[in-house]
């Protein structure tokens, strides 16, 4: 019945039995960004033996640690792309951690960004704050957002209009 914060986040996904029995194989990456450089925590998590074609959206976090071909939308949530993920697709969600690769000119829209140290990105950002850590790749655009408009990352948007032109 009492379970300590760490032992909750080490598998996001721990409802569906499958995240439970992978959570040694993929721990979910750590967020420096965090308060107190705490666990990531997902609503929901893709492990890295999932592969999906197609788009995917929804209304919570969410943590990708497998193979997306195709847009991810996840609204006012943080969405994760752990260090074994790989998103071919443009990304939206408030919050946007990149631990693995992220290929394409796609649109990656979010309130704010972070490319961790060995992770991989390709495409146009549009955010109103990014951070590319040391060791990181990044090719394509930035687009800062004045502090006074608000990034558009619900689903719905523009951004997914964008998603599927750019298909």
């Known amino acids: 019945m009492w379970r300590n914060k760490e032992s909750q986040s080490t598998a996001p996904g721990a409802a569906s039995g499958r995240a439970a029995e992978n959570s040694s194989a993929a721990k979910a990456p750590t967020n420096s960004g965090g308060p107190g450089g705490t666990t990531a925590h997902a609503g929901s998590w893709l492990t890295p033996t999932i592969k999906v074609k197609g788009q995917i959206s929804g209304n919570e976090d969410l943590l990708v640690d497998g193979k997306v071909e195709g847009p991810i939308s996840v609204g006012e949530h943080r969405l994760t792309v752990g260090q074994n993920g790989h998103v071919t ?51 394509g655009n930035i687009e800062i957002q004045e502090s006074g408009q608000r990034v558009n990352s ?3 948007s523009s951004t997914e209009q964008a998603f599927s032109k750019s298909a």
Not at 125 to 138: H, P, S
């Open 89 to 139: 697709g443009g990304l939206a969600a408030r919050e946007i951690i990149i631990c693995g690769k992220v290929d394409g000119n796609q649109a990656v829209v979010g309130e704010s960004i972070e490319i961790k140290k060995d992770a991989s990105m390709i495409g146009t950002v549009t955010t109103r704050r990014i951070v590319i850590e040391d060791g990181a790749e990044f090719k």
């Open 154 to 156: 619900k689903a719905g």
